[in-house]
C-alpha cells in the first residue's frame, strides 16, 4: 500500500531565506506525487504536481519541487519565502493502478511559518 | 465560479444528534469523497463516490454514511456523532476517477459534545 512521509511537522523560516519541506514515499508500483498548500481557514489548493516527463516540476507561487525515483522522494523547494508563504502544506502519492477508486494518500503535513 | 461549496462552514452539537454536512459542486465532477483532517494525522478519506448512485468505503468510513443522488451533490451523514467524530471535514471532487487534481472545499469544523 502506498505511504507518505513529510520528515517534518513544523518549518520555521526567515522571509527572504531559502526552504525545502521534504517529503518521501513508499509504494510498490509508480505514482504520481502532488503538493498541496493550506493557508489558515481555508480548503486546500493544489501547488504542483508530477505525473510525468521532467523530474523537476515548477508550481504556483514560485514553488518546485523535484521527483527523485531512486530516492522515492518528492521535496518542496522555494529559493526566496514571503511572509504570505505561511501555511499547511501537504504531500500526496496516488498509485498507477488499474483500480477504480486512484484514491490520494496524503502525509500528514509540514506546518511553515515564515517570520519578519 | 468553479467551487466546492460546504454547509455549515461550523457546527456544534451533542453525542447521538444525527447530522448531515453538505456538499456541492458546480464543475459537473463525477468523482467526490469525504476527508477528515485531524492533527497530526493529515487527511483521511472517509468516502468517495465515482458516480451518481456508486459509493464506496474510504480509510475510515466507521460512523458515517453517504449518499449521491445528483451529481453535484454529496452529504455526509452522522447518524450517531461521538466525541470521536470532532474533527475538521472537507469535501473534494474531480473530473473522474483518473483525473487527479482534486477541488476542495473550505471545509467544515464539527464539534461533538
Known amino acids: 500500500a502506498q505511504s507518505v512521509t513529510q520528515l517534518d511537522s513544523q518549518v520555521p523560516v526567515f522571509e527572504e531565506a531559502p526552504v525545502e519541506l521534504r517529503c518521501n514515499y513508499s509504494?510498490?508500483?509508480?505514482?504520481?506525487l502532488f503538493w498541496y498548500v493550506q493557508y489558515p481557514n481555508q480548503g486546500l489548493q493544489l501547488l504542483l504536481k508530477?505525473?510525468?516527463?521532467?523530474?523537476l516540476v515548477k508550481g504556483i507561487n514560485g514553488f518546485e519541487a523535484e521527483f527523485n525515483k531512486s530516492q522515492t522522494s518528492f521535496h518542496l523547494r522555494k529559493p526566496s519565502v514571503h511572509i504570505s508563504d505561511t501555511a499547511e502544506y501537504f504531500c500526496?502519492?496516488?498509485?498507477?493502478?488499474?483500480?477504480?477508486?486512484?484514491?490520494?494518500?496524503f502525509g500528514k503535513g509540514t506546518l511553515l511559518t515564515v517570520n519578519p | 465560479e468553479a467551487q466546492v461549496t460546504q454547509n455549515p462552514r461550523y457546527l456544534i452539537t451533542v453525542t447521538g444528534k444525527k447530522l448531515t454536512v453538505t456538499c456541492s459542486q458546480n464543475?459537473?465532477?463525477?468523482?467526490m469523497s469525504w476527508y477528515r483532517q485531524d492533527p497530526g494525522l493529515g487527511l483521511r478519506q472517509i468516502y468517495y463516490?465515482?458516480?451518481?448512485?456508486?459509493?464506496d468505503k474510504g480509510d475510515v468510513p466507521e460512523g458515517y454514511k453517504v449518499s449521491r443522488k445528483e451529481k453535484r451533490n454529496f452529504p455526509l451523514i452522522l447518524e450517531s456523532p461521538s466525541p470521536n467524530q470532532t474533527s475538521l471535514y472537507f469535501c473534494?471532487?474531480?473530473?473522474?476517477?483518473?483525473?487527479?487534481?482534486?477541488?476542495f472545499g473550505p471545509g467544515t469544523r464539527l464539534t461533538v459534545l
Open positions: 509504494s510498490s508500483v509508480s505514482v504520481y
Open positions: 464543475m459537473n465532477h463525477e468523482y
Open positions: 500526496a502519492v496516488s498509485e498507477h493502478r488499474g483500480g477504480s477508486n486512484y484514491k490520494l494518500t
Open positions: 473534494a471532487s474531480r473530473w473522474d476517477r483518473v483525473t487527479l487534481e482534486q477541488f
Open positions: 463516490s465515482m458516480n451518481v448512485e456508486v459509493t
Open positions: 508530477y505525473l510525468s516527463g521532467s523530474t
